[in-house]
Every structure is written in C-alpha cells, then in structure tokens.
C-alpha cells in the first residue's frame, strides 16, 4: 500500500477545497444565467435541502426553455454539500451511442468515486455491492434530458435505493416521463420581457441592452423567440455586429426560413411521436392554434383519429398548452417548427403539400 508523503497530503486537501470554492463560486458565462433566479429559488423549495428525506424532482418544459442550465447552476450550487455527485448529461443522446448499461456504470462511478468494483465478474454480486454502497450514501444526482420512466428506474431514480437525504433531479421534455416515482415536478417557463431583452441585447450587443437605432428590430427578434432562451441566443448570435439593413433582411427571412439551430433543438420533441400525433401536431399548427380545445377534438375525431390521448400526448411533450378559456395553444416557435415540416414535403410546389394554410399558396 503507497504510503501518502505530507506534501501528497496537503496537495491533495488543496484539490479538495478548490473543486468545493469552484462549485460555490463558479466560473459561469453570466448570459447562460440571465433570469435564473425566477427558477432557482421555487426548485430549491420543492427539493427540502437539508431534511432527511429522499427527493425526486421533476423539471420540465419544451425544448431550448433552459432546463439543463438551471439544472446545472442546481448542481453546482449544491454538490459540495453532498457525499457523492454526478451530472449526467443529454442522456437520452447518451443512451443511443453508448447504450444503458456505459450510463449506469459512468453514473455510479462518479457517485461513488471509485470504478474498481464495477468491474467485479458477476453482474448480480456487483449490482448488490453498488446498490448497498449507495444506501449508504448521501448524493446528489442529476439526470438530463431523460425521454423514458423505464431509463429512471434503470439510473437508481428510485427512493430506496439512495441513502437519507439525497436528491436527483430529472430534466425532460416529456411530463408523462416523471408522472410515476417523482415527488414534485416543476414547469419551466420562457423568460419575462426584461430578461429576454437583456439576453438578447448580451449576445446581439455585448451588454444588456440594445443599442441605438436597434431597439425595434430588437424587439422583433424578442417577440419572434417568445421568451425562449435559446433562441434569443442564438439569433443575438446571428445578429451580432451587423448593421441594420442585414437585420432587417434576416427578420424578413425568419418569417419564410426558421431558424435551422433552434429548429433542430426542437424537432426531437415531434420526432418522437407516432404516425397519427405527428398529423394531429401538423393539423393544430397549421389550422386549428387558438381554437376552442372540444372543436378541435370533434374535427380530429372526424378525420379519424383518437384526440383525447393524443392531444393529452402533444401538451405532456411541451408542443400544445391550454388557455384558461379552453383555446389550444403553441409557442410560435413550435408552431413555425410544424409549418417548415409541411413546407419541406414540397418546397417548389407547395400544391402537393398535405395542408395549405397560406392565402397566397392555396
């Protein structure tokens, strides 16, 4: 056995002290954190932080709202205060290159500091020592972008397998996801009026607000991201030291062209959906957003298909919400997303399209 020399020693208290002052005090670009606090703080309320108890907590909303980053401010703000940490990010990608079994072996080797014993030979013996091992401990566990319950109960999502205090954190796009096991979940919306101005002003403009003879076109870029914060990334990105004729002339393009980044972001949200929610999605985008919810569902049924389940399915996946006087509603970026997909079945003869929506194409 190495026996630590003091100068080891004292390096290695060094370490220790500086990942726990990086964790408290970190290094964050601040525009990733505009408007944070008005998600911080009732997260921190649902997670009961210093109780004994196990917590789940649920975090979701569409793609791009900024679930991960709020996520991620959590864990760094709180890992020092646990025995054991792991982030464990973009799992749903994560599980289609590397597969389920690398997740939970990369998960429990963070948490608990030591990869040795999850090489031991027989999978059963092994999955008895983790489990026994993480009762034992008190961690703190993020799970991201998670798209199936069954890759929960898989990751140690579960209160008896953690040890008195310990919380994970589930981010989703998906609410049906942490509808079973989960303790609290927590929606999360765009951001305010002023937070979006500020975020796009910090990418467009390298400070916190627009900048003389750009305050309209910034407010129409705000008005298109509609509170989203990744698309007031990138767009201020896109936009930044351009004069105001180019502005101008990419305003004008959004409203033909979306946005190939933001699109892409959000796309996984329809592409995991079945053959008849995608029509049903394509149907409320292009005819049917701002309609009383029962109208909807009488035409859908019409038409032939099961609208109670899947419209429940569409507003669980952050595509469709409700008013509170019973209108369908869509972001305007999720909406732009279903008409670029009904657009691109047939770009230069848009009369071969499956819906017609605009007066100029019919």
Request: charged share 25%; proline share 2%; with cysteine.
């Amino acid at each position: 056995m190495h026996v630590r020399t003091e100068n080891e020693l004292i390096e290695g208290i060094v370490k220790d002290v500086m990942e726990k002052l990086n964790r408290i005090y970190p290094t964050e670009v601040k525009e990733t954190l505009v408007g944070i606090d008005q998600n911080i703080a009732p997260i921190e309320s649902l997670l009961r932080i210093g109780s004994k108890e196990v917590r789940i907590i649920g975090i979701w909303g569409m793609g791009g709202v900024g679930k991960t980053t709020i996520a991620n401010a959590l864990f760094t703000k709180l890992s020092s205060q646990y025995e054991g940490s792991c982030f464990l990010a973009n799992v749903r990608e994560e599980y289609e290159n590397q597969g389920l079994g690398y997740l939970r072996n990369k998960l429990f080797s963070e948490v608990l500091e030591d990869d040795v014993n999850l090489h031991i030979s027989t999978p059963k013996v092994r999955s008895t020592f983790v489990m026994r091992r993480l009762r034992q401990k008190k961690v703190l566990i993020v799970l991201d972008d998670v798209d199936d319950s069954k890759k929960l109960e898989y990751l140690a999502a579960q209160h008896d397998c953690l040890g008195s205090g310990s919380i994970v954190i589930v981010t989703t796009r998906d609410k049906h996801v942490i509808s079973k096991g989960v303790d609290e979940t927590y929606e999360v919306k765009g951001l305010s009026l002023h937070h979006a101005v500020r975020l796009f002003s910090l990418n467009a403009f390298g400070k916190t607000y627009p900048e003389k003879g750009f305050e309209m076109l910034s407010k129409q870029v705000v008005d298109h991201a509609n509170g989203n914060p990744l698309a007031l990334k990138v767009l201020g990105s896109l936009l930044h030291s351009r004069n105001e004729q180019q502005w101008a002339n990419a305003l004008r393009k959004l409203t033909k062209v979306p946005n190939a980044e933001i699109q892409n972001v959000l796309r996984w949200s329809y592409d995991g959906l079945d053959y008849e929610q995608k029509n049903m999605f394509l149907d409320i985008a292009c005819f049917f957003r701002g309609e009383n919810i029962e109208n909807v569902i009488r035409l859908l049924e019409i038409c032939g298909f099961y609208p109670y389940i899947g419209i429940k399915i569409l507003q669980e996946k952050s595509l469709v919400t409700f008013s509170d006087d019973g209108k369908v509603c869509m972001h305007d970026l999720i909406q732009e997303m279903g008409w670029e997909i009904v657009h691109r079945e047939s770009i230069k003869d848009p009369g071969r399209s499956s819906r017609l929506w605009d007066p100029k194409e019919v």
